[in-house]
């Protein structure tokens, strides 16, 4: 079941934040998040393992709610380099295999 | 770095002909995947390998086989192309299980 990310789409101005959510209706083992630049290959940005657990660089951060069965990605201070499609990729049985299941992305515009 | 390479960026074929594309990485990575891309449908899975001659269907596997040789090597083949196979298809591998995937540039399939 491909997990549901919002909003589909959001423009910010360089300096505001964005909040990208994912959402599965299967448990999850974890989650990941990918940025996509246009005609670019998806680059991987964090993986969340635990429940609750929360990682980030930089301006950019995650949390993972496994009760709730949702990741969210936080975006502070966005920079136009923050272009592009984010996907959040789940994966619900933490086995050998490693195969995710991918949204259908959130595309974020940054202007100036 | 890890680099991952598509054999072909932009490939334009027939329908009714026998495709491959093929995909090698350099970093002696245990998992291998396939997707295609389609707007406004995310990464779509079609086949995964987790070891060398292993295989498994992801969520898309109709009208599509693979084949995983040697460790590096992971070809996509489509046995007879047909127009609904005209995509982006991206490779990517892994370490392992819930390690970064890394994507390739991408192959742009036209099936006419």
């Known amino acids: 079941q491909q997990p549901v990310q919002s909003p589909q789409a959001v423009i910010l101005r360089e300096g505001e934040d964005a909040v990208i959510n994912c959402s599965s209706s299967?448990?999850?083992?974890?989650v990941h998040w990918y940025r996509q630049k246009h005609g670019e290959a998806p680059v991987f940005l964090m993986i969340?393992?635990?429940?609750?657990e929360q990682k980030g660089h930089d301006k950019i951060s995650a949390s993972f709610n496994e009760k709730k069965q949702q990741s969210s990605l936080y975006l502070t201070a966005s920079q136009l380099s923050y272009s592009g499609t984010y996907f959040c990729?789940?994966?619900?049985?933490?086995?050998?295999?490693?195969?995710?299941?991918f949204g259908k992305g959130t595309k974020l515009s940054v202007k100036p | 770095d890890v680099k991952v390479t598509q054999s072909s960026r932009y490939l334009v074929k027939r329908t009714g002909e026998k495709v491959f594309l093929e995909c090698v990485q350099d970093?002696?990575?245990?998992?291998m995947f396939w997707y295609r891309q389609d707007p406004g449908l995310g990464l779509r899975l079609i086949y995964f390998?987790?070891?060398?001659?292993?295989?498994e269907k992801g969520d898309i596997p109709e009208g599509y086989s693979v084949s995983r040789e040697k460790k590096e090597r992971f070809s996509l083949i489509l046995e007879s192309a047909s127009t609904n196979q005209t995509s982006m298809y991206l490779c990517?591998?892994?370490?392992?299980?819930?390690?970064?995937?890394?994507f390739g540039d991408g192959t742009r399939l036209s099936i006419l």
């Open positions: 990517a591998s892994s370490l392992r299980a819930n390690q970064p995937q890394h």
């Open positions: 299967k448990a999850l083992y974890s």
């Open positions: 969340l393992l635990k429940g609750g």
């Open positions: 990729g789940t994966d619900h049985y933490g086995g050998s295999q490693g195969n995710l299941i």
């Open positions: 970093m002696d990575h245990e998992n």
């Open positions: 390998s987790y070891d060398v001659k292993m295989k």
